[in-house]
């Protein structure tokens, strides 16, 4: 997928955003009623705030290499065109009647042209990389919110009680299509292809900070013998109590994704001489210590650590086969141990 096609959907979005900022803010100065313009100012404040994570996705500028992330991009560039246009549209509407009933129809077209998917695949993907306040926390609220005020300022007619329904359907389905498209079922941590595409940004953001980025490979040392003596059923709990302590291990700057099978990837940012062979330790100890089942269980990690040079993309793949090769290293010792990359082990 192309950057140029990637920068263009984060701006639509950010307009639309934008349009909706000066929406809530005309519909706060136009009320009579004191309630309805804090609600109606409260609402173009989380919009401004929606814009603030936008503008830091786009100060990144690396947004290359993102396979897959829209199937269709040029499509989801004329909808999203579409939707800006028409939301656009709602401002002079605004004061044309600006009735409680009418207001709160122009702001659930609003709200409607916010909830196309591709915001929910944005905020879910970069959000980690943003840093600060991602709208995917709160935005059920926000819808959660409206829906509320409208109950108790307007008269609910059958349709306007189907728009809510479908605004609630619309933010749950979108949020549940993000959540397939890069996430393993099982698991619940980042499958392989939502795991590329979101680490690949972390490595040209590690490039431009000259920051040190640590891949790390665990794998679940005879983890075939779980399977055949207690059955599939209690592996696949086996795995999704792994990955869950994996996770707690990690701080919030860090992403692991399900490699393949038993085997878990792990991207840990900015890290500091002996950080990575620490976070490991803590990890290989705590799934000992804390057997997914009852289930004693041991696992093998490789880890390897570069700063990224000029070309991101072939350096942080070679990264990753470092990782594995130190993981293979490991493999071949004993199993139950952390292995770090080094030259001498190819």
């Known amino acids: 997928m192309k950057r140029t096609d990637v920068m263009e959907i984060i701006k639509l979005c950010r307009n639309i955003d934008e349009t909706a900022r000066d929406v809530y803010a005309k519909l706060s100065n136009l009320a009579d009623d004191k309630e309805l313009s804090a609600f109606w100012a409260k609402m173009s404040q989380e919009e401004a705030e929606h814009i603030s994570f936008w503008k830091r996705t786009e100060l990144f500028e690396v947004f290359s290499d993102m396979p897959n992330l829209f199937e269709k991009p040029k499509e989801v560039i004329t909808d999203l065109t579409n939707a800006l246009s028409?939301?656009?549209?709602?401002?002079?509407?605004?004061?044309e009647n600006c009735s409680i009933q009418n207001s709160f129809t122009l702001a659930y077209r609003m709200e409607f042209y916010l909830l196309h998917p591709a915001f929910e695949v944005?905020?879910?993907l970069l959000g980690p990389l943003a840093g600060g306040t991602n709208p995917e926390d709160e935005y059920e609220s926000h819808i959660s919110q409206f829906i509320d005020m409208f109950n108790k300022h307007c008269h609910v007619t059958p349709e306007l009680e189907l728009l809510s329904e479908t605004l609630h359907r619309l933010w749950k389905e979108n949020k549940q299509l993000a959540l397939q498209s890069t996430h393993d079922d099982?698991?619940?941590?980042?499958?392989?292809?939502?795991?590329?595409t979101l680490s690949i940004q972390?490595?040209?953001?590690?490039?431009?900070?000259?920051?040190?980025?640590?891949?790390?490979?665990?794998?679940?040392?005879?983890?075939?013998?779980?399977?055949d003596n207690y059955g599939h059923s209690v592996g696949d709990l086996v795995l999704k109590k792994t990955a869950s302590i994996?996770?707690?291990e990690l701080r919030t700057s860090d992403i692991v994704g399900r490699y393949g099978g038993e085997e878990f990837i792990v991207l840990l940012s900015q890290t500091k001489n002996g950080a990575t062979v620490n976070i490991a330790e803590k990890i290989r100890k705590a799934i000992e210590n804390n057997p997914p089942e009852?289930?004693?269980?041991?696992?093998?990690?490789?880890?390897?650590?570069?700063?990224?040079?000029?070309?991101?993309?072939?350096?942080?793949?070679?990264?990753?086969?470092?990782?594995?090769?130190?993981?293979?290293?490991a493999k071949n010792a004993g199993r139950n141990k952390t292995v770090e990359y080094t030259s001498e082990k190819e």
């Open 122 to 124: 944005l905020f879910h």
């Open 246 to 248: 994996i996770k707690k």
């Open 202 to 227: 972390f490595a040209y953001l590690a490039q431009r900070t000259k920051s040190t980025l640590a891949i790390m490979m665990i794998d679940l040392d005879h983890f075939k013998s779980i399977n």
């Open 294 to 329: 009852g289930i004693p269980l041991k696992v093998s990690i490789g880890f390897a650590e570069r700063v990224m040079g000029q070309q991101v993309r072939e350096e942080y793949m070679e990264l990753i086969k470092r990782a594995d090769k130190a993981l293979y290293v």
């Open 86 to 95: 028409r939301s656009r549209s709602l401002l002079s509407q605004c004061e």
């Open 186 to 196: 099982l698991t619940e941590v980042l499958n392989r292809r939502g795991f590329f």
